[in-house]
């Protein structure tokens, strides 16, 4: 193990942890960290948050100080891409012309933003939100903007939205589906959200497809819609979703699905190369074992940490419950657990005064459950659903149902 290579491609949550954790776990090689931008590590989430308001200060974002991958024996490479992997030879090349050679490499390459393919989306004014040099870019014209069309209702767009309306500034969601977030939110959490927004003043148009974006002076103007409509905006944001980095793996021949597919031990198809993160496509035991991306911080940590434990020499599949965030306005929402294909939902809780707890299960077993405004709800959640005890509807409907309670094993559901 001392003497042996980790190559790492992608500077991100998961490319630091895995860093990080290998030394934690006391590997003595060489770790190579490669990252393309021109940044040490940092935290994406309060970019679309805290950083835009200025209440997230900049120091703040960076997951590790500069000196610490020196003290780590961390080699950090930042504002190098690598453009081309040799898995016969355990090669990669670097942009410059430089070749590392690895041991074991693991892919981090994380997610790019998907880009709308119409007419005037490339005029100025027109932003994306995935880097920190956007968030720079989307505060400073933020600053400025007096209307402002986001172009998705997912979470970063709300997020921003929210933050827009916040700032003073007129904000328009403009969503092609009929609720907002609806790949990843029960129905009744969307559409608690839907109100919640509209009441702080944040419009949203649902079922309302781009057509175009117009611009003045190759400036934007407006969004045009096919309905005929047009929202004048000074500044649009789109947010409609990412898709995972896997150009290497691909050149590579390592086997693609919905991004790089790995195996339980996060291997993927070539010998000695992994990959975690945004990018990977994992079986997830808490959706009966499908294979599935996630993007979130907890699963880019927790498939760090595991791969870390594996390349030590203490290989375990990956199981971590997946759990999610998302700050909109004054609204804190928390999901534990995979909610997607849920059939019935019980609402503990009252979405009037903005705090509930919804409970999303198939076939009577609990997927998951979405918290407003009750972070302790959801820490139970997590603890419930990462251990055996088994919740029905019925349970939860009980008056004097108390999921604290039944998260810590002793009294499953209050007599
Ligand atoms: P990333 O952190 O994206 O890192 C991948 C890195 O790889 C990038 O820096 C990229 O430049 C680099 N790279 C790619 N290809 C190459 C190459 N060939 N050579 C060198 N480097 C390369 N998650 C939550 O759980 N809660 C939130 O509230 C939340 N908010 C978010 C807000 C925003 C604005 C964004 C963009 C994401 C948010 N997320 C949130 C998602 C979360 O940040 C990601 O899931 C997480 O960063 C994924 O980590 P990763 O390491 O897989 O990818």
Redesign the pocket.
């Known amino acids: 193990m001392g003497s042996s290579t980790v190559v790492v491609?992608?500077?991100?949550?998961?490319?630091?942890?895995i860093a990080s954790s290998l030394r934690e776990e006391g590997f003595t090689g060489r770790i190579v960290l490669?990252?393309?931008?021109a940044h040490l590590?940092y935290?994406?989430?309060?970019?679309?948050?805290g950083h835009l308001t200025g209440k997230a200060s900049r120091d703040a974002l960076w997951l590790r100080p500069a000196s610490w991958f020196e003290e780590q024996s961390i080699e950090m490479r930042t504002s190098?891409?690598?453009?081309h992997l040799d898995t016969g030879d355990r090669r990669v090349l670097l942009?410059n012309g430089e070749a590392l050679t690895y041991d074991d490499l693991v892919l981090?390459?994380?997610?790019?933003?998907r880009r709308l393919r119409l007419e005037g989306a490339d005029l100025e004014g027109v932003l994306s939100?995935?880097?920190l040099d956007e968030?720079d870019e989307v505060k400073a014209r933020l600053e400025q903007a007096a209307r402002v069309v986001v172009v998705g209702g997912g979470?970063?767009g709300l997020?921003?939205a929210a933050t827009a309306v916040r700032l003073g500034k007129h904000a328009t969601v403009v969503e092609v589906a009929d609720q907002i977030m609806g790949r990843v939110l029960s129905g009744h959490t969307a559409a608690f959200l839907l109100r919640a927004h509209r009441a702080r003043g944040l419009e949203i148009e649902l079922t309302t497809m781009v057509s175009r974006i117009a611009g003045v002076a190759g400036r934007v103007a407006a969004v045009d819609t096919t309905d005929g409509r047009r929202f004048p905006a000074d500044l649009v944001l789109v947010g409609v979703g990412?898709n995972p980095?896997v150009?290497?793996a691909e050149q590579a021949g390592i086997e693609l699905d919905d991004g790089i597919v790995v195996d339980e031990l996060l291997r993927t198809s070539a010998p000695h190369v992994y990959a975690?993160?945004?990018?990977?496509c994992a079986p997830n035991p808490f959706a009966g074992g499908r294979r599935m991306r996630?993007?979130?911080?907890?699963?880019?940590t927790a498939q760090?940490r595991r791969l870390a434990a594996t390349l030590a020499g203490r290989p375990e599949p990956f199981s971590s419950v997946p759990?999610?965030?998302?700050?909109q306005a004054d609204i804190k929402l928390q999901i534990a657990g995979l909610t997607t294909g849920h059939t019935e939902v019980v609402v503990k809780g009252d979405a009037n005064s903005e705090r509930f707890s919804a409970y999303c299960f198939s076939q009577k077993r609990l997927l998951g459950v979405e918290s407003v405004n009750r972070p302790a709800d959801h820490m139970a959640a997590r603890r419930l659903l990462s251990g055996s005890t088994s919740l029905s509807p019925q349970d939860v409907r009980r008056d004097n149902f108390d999921i604290k309670r039944a998260s810590t094993g002793s009294a499953p559901v209050a007599p």
């Open positions: 491609i992608g500077a991100g949550q998961a490319g630091c942890q490669v990252g393309a931008e590590p935290q994406r989430p309060p970019l679309s948050k190098t891409r690598v453009t942009q981090a390459t994380g997610a790019r933003n939100l995935r880097t968030a979470f970063i997020e921003v990412a980095n150009e290497l975690v993160g945004d990018c990977a996630l993007e979130s911080v907890q699963n880019a760090g759990w999610f965030w998302s700050d």
